[in-house]
């Protein structure tokens, strides 16, 4: 008792520091956490008293088609997205880094450029660009005697829509994180590497990607967990909204948090939008978990 | 460390290319890179070209590849900035963006200060909670969220749009990484010459955390000014719509907006970021590298 | 210690501060949360039985942009002057974002005292009972301001006899031809569009001589009902047993006839600003489309020299015309501002008004008083909008009865699924038939 009090008097000003911080951390995440979850398990209305329903908003979501091919387009979307990313992100960081001075600082410059541009922007521009018959990209393509491509229209292209705006803009972040890996990776292993007669092939391989393994490996989680979450773009360039439906021809571009997002705002059902909430979690959470598994054995076999 | 070479023989290349011939590895090593390049930049310079084109109303057909009218330009962004809508969310979104991360900046530097360089009882516990944040998507929290800014009456409010952001995992992480690095012997000393806990933190940690706080502050600035799903759904009323609501309902087919108005604003709304990346280039490539590089 | 006593004092002013702001907006009329209107108006105590109100309008966008935003601002001066107490807050929307706002509004609580619907929306506010009942404030009315309305028109806004709206705007589509398209193609305009038939000759003329015919109307049920509505008898809407009214052969001939001109079309889609670019830059011959759309047509007029009319849409033999109609109503919300916006509501209906705003800019209005007005009658486009509508058919029924939020989306989905050939004219025509029985009778 004497000890806990001497304790709390001499370090109280650390928690009162830390007061504010966890203040509005408690009321603007915690809580609505446990409220959102609460919410999830109840058949919600306004100034209703609470009414529980177990995990029927659960089913509910679970069970309807529209979630079933939410869930495919985000499997299908991430899949791409992240792989072609991270590749292209890693390509143009060995890319930039085999420049000398001005010009590795100009690339590095000019490609991170994209990355500043607020996604809304990058849709509300790239739906122009994506346009049928006289967009850039079909008139592009037409070039090359492809004929027109309804990116925004036709469900096999749709997600292809998105990875692309998607790449465009998040490459350049992940290059500038890779980069600074590569610039860490001790300049003798190269010269070692060149003695034993290895290509630059056999380079990137041997020396580079083991050297940054870990920046890739932080780049594929964040990318996972922001793709995940997508939104702003399907729900532009799908030009979305409530009333008139949202996610595009056939739900090609819808996506749970789209749905979350319709289920609360569209419909009023803000209870099952809280139980997609959480599936979604669970669903990042896995995924984030396999990937930390997944590495885990692979620097064990190492 | 010195600057590290991957491929001196690329180097050696490229430092000789004026003397010897380009050799294949090296041109294809530029052409990837210009291609690149071009496809960075066409989107934003064909924004810019849309902006500086004669209308006659069919610009999205008529694809320019460069402007032809600085005079139209100027009147397409006259227009916008005449519209009292578009003024209006450019001061709702930079209020939004200067509350938030005046208030990001404050908390979270204030926390950071203990977990960087104190020791006390459930620090590992705390800071562990706080970035767990940073792994729980925001789908999550965002409806509940939503119904307590309701509850608040803080819909269409500054503080509905500001607050709930300011205890931002990122924030806290980005400045404890900066702070731990800041000399442990200048808090002893300081506390030796009487100085509160308080007054180290106002008067020694934060001036020298300043390119910590900087490089905090333009990366918040990004995410905030590009910010939609929140301010989509706290700003129901046009007198708060964000940039980034009002561009996004310019999309819209039944908002009956030509090209060249929805060019002109995301133009316009474009501006701050990218003048911010010219200005601050260098704290904002550093920030990001610490921050990959630690996590 | 001192310093001590400060650190406290500052973690407590910011935790007062962070409560300061939960509780102030609480207080009531938090108005001064809308900075960028006028309505801050000071309630002045002791004034109880006449306090200042404000009122929020909500109204479509192309309702408040150019010329229609001059009328708006000429009646909210003039009303405001003869109504010293009451204020209005205009505030457009994109029209479905009214329907959407007023959804999150049961929940939030933000919501209009007045606002412009569409017929289509009800389905949703029914559901929501967020529209106040106008009946015994209607009938307390003078017969001359009853009597000035459209009959029909004032039936549609009754549910279970109580009335949820006033007659204040309508529509009607037709068909906008590009002059110089067609005389390259070797097309008389003058001689118009007798049937279907013709029309597709005309298409394929246009098609053979490198431009567009239409854009894609198979991207919604919308325009996809106004060439419907070209058939004897077409109707949309339900019958007393909840089957849908959609006759199936006639449907799927509409849908085979759209995807044969469709082929001699364009990619873009009606709803894209490519179409109207297309249109507007002689590359597209025909574009269905409502009144609003003529303002962006008569400005390419100036602009760039574009020769265009606009024409009933053609039927499946002479005697039949297509086209979609709908009409808008004023709503009022139940709330502490029913009076008021009352008042403003039966402002905006009256006659006088409805025929500055038809005549200014020809747009049709259900009020039979204005459309029998001389300076209306002039009106060539308000016109040829009471023709149309004579044919057309409703654009969403059903009107007051819930249907699946996204009962749109999936007939569309239909549609372009029998456009990238998933289905043919018949198993498409056969779908949106049983769909719509079946969501109707569900919900």
Same mark, same amino acid.
């Given at each position: ?21 966890f203040t509005v951390f408690a009321i603007f995440f915690i809580y609505p956490i446990i409220s959102g979850f609460s919410m999830s398990i109840q058949h919600w209305r306004p100034n209703a008293s609470f009414d529980f329903v177990g995990a029927a908003n659960y089913i509910k979501v679970l069970q309807s088609p529209r979630f079933i091919k939410a869930m495919t387009n985000l499997a299908i979307y991430v899949f791409t997205t992240v792989p072609i990313g991270i590749m292209v992100a890693f390509g143009l960081a060995i890319l930039v880094n085999s420049f000398q001075g001005k010009w590795s600082q100009f690339f590095r410059s000019a490609y991170f450029i994209p990355s500043m541009i607020p996604i809304f922007l990058a849709a509300t521009v790239w739906r122009w660009m994506l346009a049928p018959d006289y967009g850039t990209i079909n008139l592009l393509l037409g070039l090359v005697g492809i004929p027109s491509i309804d990116w925004l229209r036709n469900p096999q292209f749709m997600i292809s829509a998105l990875v692309m705006v998607d790449v465009w803009r998040s490459v350049g972040f992940n290059m500038i994180i890779l980069l600074a890996g590569l610039k860490n990776i001790p300049e003798m292993y190269y010269d070692a590497a060149k003695v034993d007669g290895a290509n630059t092939l056999q380079q990137i391989f041997h020396i580079t990607i083991p050297q940054v393994e870990p920046i890739l490996f932080l780049v594929t989680v964040n990318g996972f967990i922001s793709a995940m979450q997508i939104f702003d773009a399907p729900w532009i360039m799908s030009d979305s909204n409530y009333s008139m439906g949202y996610g595009g021809f056939l739900q090609g571009m819808l996506f749970p948090v789209m749905e979350m997002m319709g289920r609360a705002f569209g419909s009023s059902n803000f209870s099952e939008a809280s139980a997609l909430g959480f599936i979604l979690l669970v669903i990042i959470l896995i995924i984030t978990l396999i990937l930390f598994a997944l590495r885990a054995r692979y620097t064990q076999e190492m | 460390m010195k600057k590290t ?291 | ?31 001064? $949360? ?38 708006? $601002? ?370």
């Open positions: 008792m004497q000890k806990t009090r001497k304790r709390l008097s001499h370090y109280w000003p650390n928690y009162v520091m830390l007061l504010p911080f | 070479e991957i491929f001196p023989q690329f180097l050696s290349r490229v430092t000789s290319k004026f003397k010897k011939p380009l050799q294949p590895t090296s041109f294809i090593k530029w052409v990837l890179a210009l291609v690149w390049f071009v496809i960075a930049i066409f989107p934003i310079w064909w924004m810019f070209t849309i902006v500086f084109t004669r209308g006659g109303g069919s610009v999205s057909i008529d694809p320019n590849l460069f402007p032809n009218s600085i005079a139209a330009g100027i009147e397409n962004i006259s227009n916008a900035l005449r519209e009292n809508q578009f003024m209006r969310a450019y001061f709702v979104t930079t209020l939004y963006a200067v509350v938030q991360i005046g208030g990001e900046i404050l908390l979270c530097s204030m926390a950071a200060y203990e977990f960087a360089l104190f020791k006390f009882p459930f620090k590992r516990a705390l800071f562990f909670i706080a970035l767990s944040a940073m792994m729980i998507p925001q789908a999550v929290t965002l409806i509940p969220t939503y119904l307590l800014v309701v509850d608040l009456k803080w819909l269409n409010t500054i503080q509905g749009l500001a607050v709930p952001g300011m205890a931002s995992a990122f924030g806290l992480f980005l400045l404890t990484q900066f702070m731990e690095k800041l000399p442990q012997e200048m808090i002893q000393a300081a506390s030796i010459d009487g100085a509160s806990h308080f007054g180290i933190f106002w008067k020694i940690i934060l001036p020298l955390s300043k390119n910590g706080i900087i490089t905090l502050a333009i990366l918040a600035f990004t995410l905030t000014w590009g910010n939609y799903l929140w301010p989509f759904i706290i700003s129901t009323k046009p007198a708060w719509y964000t940039i980034s609501v009002l561009v996004a309902g310019f999309n819209r087919h039944d908002s009956w907006v030509t090209i060249d108005t929805v060019m002109t604003v995301s133009f316009l709304a474009s501006l701050p970021p990218l003048i911010f990346y010219i200005i601050f280039q260098r704290q904002i490539v550093e920030g990001i590298a610490v921050t990959g590089l630690k996590g | 210690m001192k310093i001590k006593f400060y650190t406290a004092l500052f973690c407590l002013l910011l935790v007062s501060l962070l409560l300061g702001a939960c509780a102030a907006p609480s207080a009531p009329n938090s108005t001064n $949360n809308n900075m960028n209107s006028s309505d801050d108006t000071p309630s002045e105590p002791g004034q109880a039985a006449e306090e200042p109100v404000t009122l929020d309008f909500w109204i479509y966008s192309d309702y408040a942009t150019g010329p229609a935003l001059e009328m708006q $601002n000429t009646f909210i001066s003039e009303f405001e002057a003869a109504n010293p107490n009451i204020k209005i807050n205009l505030i457009s929307k994109p029209g479905t974002d009214i329907g959407a706002g007023l959804i999150a509004g049961a929940v939030s609580g933000e919501m209009p005292d007045v606002f412009v619907h569409g017929l289509g929306d009800t389905p949703t506010y029914s559901t929501l009972n967020i529209l106040e009942n106008l009946t015994p404030m209607f009938e307390a009315m003078p017969e001359s301001y009853k009597n000035q309305f459209i009959p029909e028109v004032l039936e549609k806004a009754k549910s279970d006899g109580n009335l949820y709206g006033l007659p204040y705007t309508g529509y009607s589509t037709m068909l906008y031809r590009n002059l110089k398209v067609l005389k390259d193609a070797g097309i008389d305009p003058d001689a118009g569009i007798t049937d279907w038939e013709d029309w597709m000759n005309q298409m394929q003329k246009v098609n053979a001589n490198g431009a567009a015919s239409i854009p894609v109307l198979t991207i919604n049920w919308w325009p996809v009902e106004g060439i419907y509505a070209g058939q004897k008898d077409s109707m949309t809407g339900f019958d007393e047993q909840g089957n849908s009214n959609l006759d199936v052969d006639k449907l799927a001939d509409t849908i085979s006839f759209i995807l044969e001109a469709q082929e001699l079309g364009t990619q873009v889609g009606i709803f894209d600003q490519g179409a109207v670019d297309l249109f507007i830059s002689n590359q597209l011959a025909f574009f269905p489309g409502g009144p609003w759309s003529d303002v962006t047509f008569r400005a390419a007029v100036d602009e760039s020299g574009l020769e265009y009319d606009k024409i009933l849409i053609p039927g499946v033999s002479a005697e039949e015309h297509g086209g979609v109609k709908g009409y808008e109503y004023i709503g009022i919300t139940t709330g502490p501002n029913v009076d008021a916006a009352w008042k403003w509501a039966t402002y905006l209906t009256d006659v006088e008004q409805q025929v500055r705003w038809s005549s200014t800019l020809g747009r049709y209005v259900p009020n039979q008083e204005a459309l029998d007005s001389p300076t209306v009658k002039e009106n060539a486009l308000v016109q040829l909008t009471a023709d149309s509508a004579q044919n057309a058919v409703f654009d969403y029924p059903p009107y007051f009865k819930p249907m699946p939020p996204d009962w749109m989306a999936q007939v569309n989905d239909i549609l372009g699924g029998a456009a990238s050939g998933i289905y043919t004219p018949q198993e498409a025509a056969q779908k949106i038939v049983d769909d719509l029985t079946t969501m109707y009778n569900n919900k």
